[in-house]
């Protein structure tokens, strides 16, 4: 199974940027698709980012141009830097994966945009 934790999320003002991460532990030998997905107060999660193994990338429409996914395989951590956020990008902030043995999720974090 893998375990995952984010952290990086906090209030910003409108335009402001944030980074988030996710680190990963367990059996991430075996992950296959990596993606951060936000859920805002009485909507459905959606997804945000994703990146597979192969290093493809893909994007909601309302994060095109602005956030960015990337991994470190090194140190085991998948990011989503946010730039020109706006507060319509508050929500809690989900980091997932899938594997051979599932799909996990972390625990969540915070992301606040207001001035």
């Known amino acids: 199974q893998v375990q995952l934790v984010e952290s990086g999320g906090g209030l910003v003002q409108p335009g402001g940027s944030l980074r988030l991460s996710c680190a990963a532990s367990g059996s991430i030998f075996s992950i296959v698709f990596r993606a951060w997905y936000r859920q805002a107060p009485g909507k459905q999660r959606e997804m945000v980012a994703g990146i597979d193994r192969d290093g493809i990338v893909n994007y909601a429409d309302a994060a095109k141009g602005r956030f960015t996914i990337s991994r470190d395989y090194a140190k085991n951590t998948l990011y989503l830097q946010m730039n020109s956020l706006k507060p319509e990008d508050t929500a809690v902030y989900y980091c997932?994966?899938?594997?051979?043995?599932?799909?996990?999720w972390g625990q969540g974090t915070q992301v606040t945009v207001s001035s």
């Open positions: 997932n994966t899938i594997s051979l043995g599932g799909q996990a």
